[in-house]
């Protein structure tokens, strides 16, 4: 085993503390008493009492998390058919232009995204709302999907496809039965990565929305543009502490899920 | 084409299908071409396998014996020629249609499923019912002696133990060919030279066709009834195990199997001596097949080369007709036998063995020792190409 | 051997299979190309056409003639309003700055973090790589909104450094270029520790007793071995973080100075405020016209990296 000198333990203390030191003072501060929030008045769960009744947030919330699960799902769906594409269908035509289509859209900016998915909805004259920022999100998160399970595909053991086609599985037979059930921690990873990614996204919204599909992300925003405020420290510390414990169980998860295999697929 | 008839060296000695002509081959390769780019891996290649046979393929990494394997298989699209199993082209047929199984190097078994569960996938793709099914899979388990690990996933069972589930799998459908991809590759020494021979009673007991593709020659020349020697996509020879090592047709498999003392030379006017090696005139056992003064090689076994103090008698009862003296460089003990490097006055490098035989047998020959080296004319294997 | 499998690519595909590709195929021409085609074409049209009341783009109907007349209609007038009006050119600037410079920054706090972790014992590692990449899936947005709590003017920041009488007036931090720094190390800094980490963990520690061996001291062989031998983490890293940061927009927003804003406010100002739709569809052009540059360098380094293995 070895052991960590003095200095490297030191830089890992202060990286972690920068890290999360924030997002503590942020917790701490969501449970003062004090409407001024810089002032300390004792703890209380004054805040979020109040957030019960905020029926706009929690319209914003309910929202966000639809287009989350709705936008998350076709996200796998079409990035996991995008992977094994680009992974098992060999040279097909218009095959660069589609692995760029995919890999684009991760170094652009949200903002020039935001702006063109705008742009072709007035376009086609759609009006703005609930599906359009589905699918704007979908796209977005449907290209991190087809990286994720495409690096899971190109890990993939095929003597395992040949093994179940040589025994007498068809090649779609031979999906279903054995490689999706070793692709799917990474298609459940992606799946997490796509919701968390629309649960979080302002810029995107903001350009695709329209009149009642306020996201919590844009909520938030135009409360924070005017300042701090108790009630959004609130907002956040359950938003913070909601995705933590999810992120933490599904790590948890894929490591059980990592050490005893896959579960059995009859 | 080798395909001279022999029955010599056969572990099973009335099992000789191939000589048999009025027999028809169960798997019959005709001028199968198989190239990845420019490059051929399988060269216009042509073979009969028949029913009942252990057939190896043997050769240096890259000669193209797994892939040939993969295309009986139906893993690879063949270039050009055809591939017929009793009469019928395999080669449109899909790999999941096809009537042969294979076992896999790395054993491929499914991580997800039990080893009940990896055994059963291939009677459950033919749809059979459950009962049935089960039965079959327990069968199979008793014949590997994996009856108590029916439950386990591969990641809990030792190496042996995940060899012996990939061969139970790819046996449960009762393939007509079974092909394994250097199925003891992974295993320890020790446990490689007993799966051999359990291999061999298994084939035997279920009277299956097995073809195996390795690239080790005791492994090859142990389990096969024949063995096809390849190299960059040609069959080089195609014979039972003894007739390859004692009549290898080339200087390439007299080289590739084991070691061998090899002299170029001519001819002579006698037709049955050669003249002018390194050695000097040598002479051998039969009736040369080239004309006096044709370049031809000879190949000497360095366990046919007898080391001794003197010369040989020339009434020695081996009639030991060839021999040369030497000087000893350097030996090697291997416990069973000890490998000799030898030189000759010109300077020519010999190579020879002798088996340590009896209880501490004196090993009187130390380097730069002088000895006399001799072989009979039969030992002499005389080589046209 | 290693083609075997590319060459079973078979001829004739079901139409399940045509399906696989067709449809995320179909789904990003239709959500991706085109749209970015529509900004491309309105940053080109004459600022009448295009601005609302939303008129009609295309002229479909117009057949053959109709895009002759497209193209015929065509300008340049938003990219030459670009470069006559200084606004444009210093926000590019200003993003180009703050981007080059928060990335050295988080280089020289990243890579040690990334080299303490591969010497940390191998069961802690996974634990760190969690707790590095945690704060990656809580919200961008409340992660920047840390920040201002913690950078207001009475915040728990200002109050530490008068405690500890290393001020003597508290500073302003909100809405100043040293806010924006903070937030992008802050918030980029898993992107460019984890590919740092990955480089660095693959390092074979033989080449290190090596090196020790062959009789070079462990500060020197860190110099003349594990640096050079990191290089592709360090781009990989500085690439993940410079190419986002320069089209950034929240961090500067909430965090930053109004004086003179990011590109990626400009966009956002142009377009809501504004609703200069032309002139914000040009900005974004040459936006991405200047992050295609490290893009295609990274790509290049990448396929050496991979011909090299």
């Known amino acids: ?266 | 084409m080798q395909t001279v008839g022999s029955k010599q060296g056969v572990a099973r000695r009335d099992f000789a299908p191939w000589t048999d002509h009025t027999l028809a081959p169960l798997l019959r390769i005709e001028g199968l071409t198989k190239r990845f780019g420019a490059y051929p891996a399988v060269d216009n290649l042509s073979l009969a396998i028949y029913p009942g046979e252990f057939f190896a393929l043997l050769g240096p990494s890259g000669c193209g014996k797994t892939t040939l394997l993969r295309l009986i298989a139906g893993f690879e699209r063949a270039s050009a020629g055809r591939i017929l199993l009793d009469g019928v082209d395999l080669l449109p047929v899909p790999p999941h249609r096809r009537p042969v199984n294979m076992m896999f190097q790395s054993y491929a078994l499914f991580p997800h499923l039990t080893v009940a569960g990896n055994v059963a996938f291939g009677l459950k793709q033919e749809g059979l019912p459950k009962a049935q099914i089960a039965k079959r899979v327990g069968e199979m388990l008793a014949l590997v002696h994996l009856e108590n690990f029916g439950s386990r996933k591969p990641h809990e069972l030792s190496g042996g133990q995940r060899q012996r589930v990939a061969l139970a799998r790819s046996l449960v459908k009762r393939p007509r060919i079974l092909l394994l991809d250097e199925p003891m590759a992974a295993l320890d020494k020790k446990l490689r030279g007993e799966t051999q021979f359990e291999l061999m009673e298994l084939q035997r007991r279920l009277g299956l066709t097995f073809i195996i593709v390795t690239h080790d020659q005791s492994e090859a020349m142990t389990v096969a009834d024949r063995i096809a020697v390849m190299d960059r996509g040609h069959l080089m020879q195609v014979a039972p195990p003894a007739e390859i090592y004692e009549q290898p047709n080339s200087r390439w498999v007299a080289d590739f199997i084991g070691s061998v003392n090899l002299f170029e030379g001519r001819v002579g006017l006698d037709g049955s001596s050669v003249e002018g090696t390194a050695l000097g005139r040598l002479r051998v056992g039969a009736k040369i097949a080239a004309e006096p003064g044709a370049p031809v090689w000879v190949a000497v076994r360095p366990e046919q080369l007898r080391m001794g103090p003197n010369p040989a008698e020339p009434d020695a009862q081996w009639a030991l007709e060839n021999d040369v003296a030497a000087t000893l460089a350097d030996v090697a003990y291997l416990g069973d036998l000890s490998i000799y490097r030898l030189r000759t006055a010109a300077g020519v490098p010999l190579q020879a063995s002798r088996a340590n035989v009896g209880p501490f047998a004196p090993r009187t020959i130390a380097s730069n020792d002088k000895v006399w080296l001799n072989f009979p004319r039969a030992a002499a294997i005389v080589l046209t190409q | 051997m290693s083609d075997a499998h590319k060459s079973m690519a078979k001829p004739r595909r079901s139409f399940v299979a045509k399906l696989v590709v067709r449809l995320p195929y179909a789904w990003l021409v239709a959500f991706f190309l085109v749209p970015f085609l529509i900004v491309l074409k309105i940053s080109l049209s004459q600022t009448a056409i295009a601005q609302p009341p939303y008129t009609p783009i295309f002229d479909l109907a117009g057949g053959w003639h109709g895009i002759a007349s497209f193209f015929a209609g065509l300008s340049l007038d938003n990219y030459a309003f670009l470069g006559s009006d200084p606004l444009y050119f210093l926000s590019y600037l200003k993003s180009l700055e703050i981007a080059a410079l928060s990335t050295v920054m988080l280089l020289v706090i990243g890579y040690p973090i990334a080299y303490a972790m591969t010497r940390a014992p191998r069961r802690m590692q996974a634990v760190l790589v969690l707790l590095v990449i945690l704060p990656f899936w809580t919200s961008f947005l409340i992660r920047i909104y840390a920040w201002m709590n913690i950078l207001q003017h009475d915040g728990p920041l200002n109050r530490l450094l008068l405690a500890l009488d290393l001020v003597r007036e508290p500073p302003v931090w909100l809405s100043t270029n040293t806010a924006v720094y903070i937030g992008i190390v802050y918030s980029y800094l898993p992107f460019m520790v984890l590919p740092l980490y990955a480089t660095l963990e693959k390092l074979d520690e033989s080449l290190l007793e090596a090196a020790a061996d062959l009789g070079c001291p462990r500060w020197k062989a860190f110099w003349l071995v594990t640096m050079p031998l990191s290089a592709p983490g360090v781009i990989a890293g500085a690439l993940l973080c410079f190419i986002p940061a320069v089209g950034e927009f929240v961090i500067p927003d909430l965090l930053g100075g109004s004086r003179t804003a990011m590109i990626g406010q400009t966009i956002w100002t142009e377009f809501f405020a504004n609703k200069d739709w032309p002139t914000a569809s040009a900005v974004a052009v040459v936006l991405v016209c200047l992050l295609v540059t490290p893009i295609v360098i990274f790509q290049h380094q990448t396929m050496r990296g991979i011909e090299r293995d």
């Open chain 1, 1 to 266: 085993m070895r052991k960590l000198s003095a200095f490297n333990l030191a830089t890992l203390v202060l990286g972690i503390a920068f890290l999360y030191l924030p997002i503590v003072i942020l917790i701490v501060y969501s449970f003062n008493a004090s409407r001024l929030v810089v002032v300390w008045g004792g703890w209380s769960m004054h805040w979020y009492a109040e957030l019960a009744g905020d029926a706009p947030l929690l319209g914003a919330a309910f929202i966000s998390l639809r287009v989350a699960l709705v936008s998350a799902t076709a996200a796998t769906v079409l990035g996991t058919l995008a992977a094994v594409a680009l992974v098992r269908f060999g040279r097909f035509r218009g095959r660069l232009l589609f692995a760029a289509m995919i890999y684009a859209p991760l170094v652009m900016p949200e903002v020039i995204t935001g702006l063109s998915m705008l742009l072709l909805f007035v376009a086609i004259s759609v009006d703005r709302g609930f599906w359009t920022v589905v699918i704007a999100h979908t796209t977005m998160a449907l290209c991190f999907v087809a990286v994720i399970v495409q690096a899971r595909l190109v890990d993939f053991d095929m003597s395992l496809e040949e093994a179940a086609m040589d025994l007498g599985a068809s090649p779609g037979r031979t999906f279903m039965a054995v490689t999706l059930p070793l692709i799917l921690p990474a298609i459940a990873a992606s799946w997490m990565l796509a919701f968390a990614l629309s649960l979080d996204d302002l810029v995107i919204a903001s350009f695709t929305t329209g009149p009642g599909a306020t996201t919590l992300p844009i909520r938030i925003y135009s409360e924070v543009r005017l300042g701090v405020s108790p009630e959004m420290n609130a907002v956040c510390s359950i938003v913070v502490a909601v995705v933590g414990i999810a992120v933490i169980a599904a790590s948890l998860l894929t490591k059980i899920g990592a050490a005893r295999g896959a579960p059995a697929g009859n």
